[in-house]
């Protein structure tokens, strides 16, 4: 038992730690712990999980429906959430059963891991380490998000994205330009459109047989 307070302990400490080096907007500790909606679900959530491996019925339901009416943040206790996972803003966000988070996995508000269907079994998306997802963007499905990827505010991914990917689009598409700063953050105003981008190559082989 004091084993698994220690280690939940080093969780929150590590979480608090990942919103100071991911939002400059955050001043102070109590700032922090008294004003982030992310953080507060993050913590229910790490409790309703530890219940439910448990196998105690009810409760932990109890606990992400109570956490949801506070914070607007609907994550399934018998999701799998990795090591310093950040919900910034996190109105709107959900999190479905099946989904699995790896670590160090960036997420803004809206966005939903979700399934696709009535389904049973592995129904919603499984994301790697280090992964940023924009405002407003849908995982849906039983997919695998690599490692590092990119994925653009109001992108909907419906299908495995590999690694050192950037999504956008609906349905989401691997774009090939650089959409990321020198430390690798996700610039949301840079993210090009795919589909202007086949629109102005369509034109250009048009104009081409023109001259030919």
């Known amino acids: 038992m004091f084993e698994t307070i220690k280690r939940g302990i080093s969780k929150v ?3 608090i730690k990942v919103i100071y080096d991911n939002d ?20 229910a959530y790490r409790l309703a999980h530890r219940l439910y491996k448990w196998h105690i019925p009810l409760i932990p339901r ?23 996972f950040f ?14 988070i790896g670590d160090d996995v960036l997420i803004y ?11 049973t079994g592995k129904r919603h998306p499984s994301i790697g380490n280090h ?16 490692d590092h990827v990119r994925i653009g505010a ?4 419906i299908e495995d994205v590999p690694s050192h990917s950037t999504v956008v689009g609906i349905p989401g598409r691997i774009v090939q330009r650089a959409t990321v700063d020198e430390d690798g953050n996700l610039m949301h105003n840079h993210i090009p459109d795919p589909i202007k981008t086949e629109i102005e190559n369509l034109k250009q082989e048009i104009e081409q047989l023109k001259k030919s």
């Open 13 to 15: 400490h590590e979480d």
């Open 24 to 43: 400059p907007a955050a001043k102070n500790i109590f700032e922090v712990i008294l004003c982030y909606p992310g953080l507060h679900a993050l913590i």
């Open 62 to 84: 109890m606990i992400s429906y109570l956490t949801r009416i506070i914070t607007g943040i609907e994550i399934h206790p018998a999701a799998k959430i990795g090591r310093r």
């Open 87 to 100: 919900i910034d803003h996190g109105e709107g966000v959900v999190i479905g059963e099946t989904t699995i």
């Open 109 to 119: 508000q809206q966005v939903t891991l979700g399934g696709t269907g009535k389904d």
């Open 131 to 146: 992964v940023v997802i924009g405002a407003g963007a849908k995982v849906l499905g039983d997919i695998i998000i690599a």
């Open 154 to 157: 109001g992108s909907v991914v």
